[in-house]
């Protein structure tokens, strides 16, 4: 049996039965089929096209973890507007790929020779033939490159893999060395950073930032990604965006097909854009819980745009450090989840109790105890149709938010 055919027998089946399988086909390529099965099972969901596609080659598994998804790829290619990109930390070239989509050349940089020969022939089977690949590291290339372009892209990642990195300049390449030899090559520079660095200190670091966008899917922050012009810019514009895909949103997969139909095309993406300024000035105004709920999405909560949130869709804050809003009247187009309050109670178990409710979904916002503590105390089980907000109140007094979730078809945004 040759790799391929033990592929397609095997492709439904988990990693660690397939490993079981291998370690009795001595004569096959155990690594490079595990590969293969582990990509393919991942892009049927991250990576569409890819999939799609018959003999594409996939990298190891913390290569393809690393690399960005098609929502998130495809998102980017269209920030900047310009004929010809350099990606310097061409990886897998998921981002190469969709960039080549919207410019004219796109040069792909990465010097792991394995991970080069991958991509390069995935590139010729995709038929990207306006991408340029070169096997050199960022910094080689910085040194010997001649060529001039609109925009360079950059991805840095840890030092060490098994370490959690806080700032750029633990990355590599070190774009906070690099940025004065990468705007000799190209007039604006687009960073892509993971979610778990703040965003305040790697503007900070990078100096000359212009703008950033924090890029969610489903509610799922996935990157931060930061436009650096060679100019002072006096007023950075945060851009929030969850990407809310048709075929894998929490509420069309729900749906039935009747309101399938109805969602189809009209579902989008949750936006909301402010500058640091604008949040700082903005004086929001407390209410007790009033007829609505709402909790922002992924993005809005890591950018910190939690008083602009009062500001864009005129709610109410339930307290300084609560980040949950409410209204009398619906916001149908709320940027995160909304909810129907059915009822508003002091913590309590006794009043709880009297509630009748043995099964919801928990969260917990600015509250003292933790949600495994809070099922417990109210002899709760997960699941159903209601969902449970622990929280403080502005004359910080814990309660209990019981709601129904709401599922607003939300109108087109142009956000790009």
């Not at 940089?109 to 991408?131: K, M």
Request: proline share 4%; net charge positive; hydrophobic share 35%.
């Amino acid at each position: 049996m040759n790799e391929q055919k033990f592929i397609q027998e095997n492709l439904a089946k988990p990693l660690p039965e397939i490993a079981l399988l291998l370690s009795k086909q001595t004569e096959l390529d155990k690594e490079f089929i595990l590969n293969q099965i582990n990509g393919l099972q991942k892009a049927k969901t991250k990576l569409p096209e890819f999939y799609k596609t018959s003999n594409l080659i996939y990298p190891s598994k913390l290569s393809l973890e690393q690399s960005s998804s098609e929502e998130t790829a495809l998102f980017k290619s269209k920030l900047v507007k310009g004929n010809s990109l350099v990606d310097l930390t061409g990886g897998f070239g998921i981002d190469s790929f969709y960039f080549s989509k919207q410019y004219k050349h796109v040069c792909y940089i990465e010097p792991q020779q394995q991970l080069f020969n991958t991509a390069s022939n995935n590139f010729n089977l995709l038929g990207a033939n306006n991408i340029k690949t070169v096997n050199q590291t960022a910094e080689d290339f910085l040194k010997t490159n001649s060529q001039q372009f609109d925009i360079a892209y950059i991805d840095p990642s840890r030092r060490n893999e098994n370490q959690k990195v806080f700032m750029l300049g633990d990355c590599l390449p070190n774009i906070v060395e690099l940025q004065e030899a990468i705007f000799k090559i190209a007039p604006k520079i687009l960073v892509k950073t993971s979610p778990i660095l703040d965003l305040k200190q790697s503007i900070k670091e990078l100096k000359t930032v212009s703008e950033v966008w924090v890029v969610s899917v489903n509610n799922d922050c996935k990157e931060v990604l930061y436009l650096l012009e060679n100019k002072l810019t006096p007023e950075i514009k945060i851009n929030t965006i969850n990407l809310i895909p048709l075929s894998r949103g929490e509420d069309f997969v729900s749906a039935t097909k009747e309101q399938s139909n109805k969602i189809r095309g009209v579902l989008t993406n949750q936006y909301l854009s402010f500058t640091f300024n604008e949040e700082e000035n903005c004086t929001p105004d407390y209410s007790e819980p009033l007829q609505y709920l709402y909790e922002p999405n992924t993005s809005i909560l890591k950018a910190g745009g939690f008083k602009s949130v009062c500001n864009n869709f005129n709610v109410k804050k339930l307290a300084p450090n609560t980040h949950l809003y409410t209204s009398a009247t619906a916001i149908e187009n709320f940027t995160g989840r909304s909810f129907k309050i059915t009822e508003v109670i002091v913590y309590n178990a006794a009043n709880f109790k009297k509630l009748g409710i043995k099964k919801a979904n928990v969260s917990c916002r600015n509250f003292k105890e933790t949600v495994a503590q809070i099922k417990k105390k109210l002899n709760l089980k997960d699941g159903g149709d209601t969902y449970l907000f622990a929280t403080t109140d502005n004359n910080n007094k814990p309660i209990l938010v019981v709601a129904n979730k709401l599922d607003f078809i939300l109108k087109k945004t142009n956000f790009v």
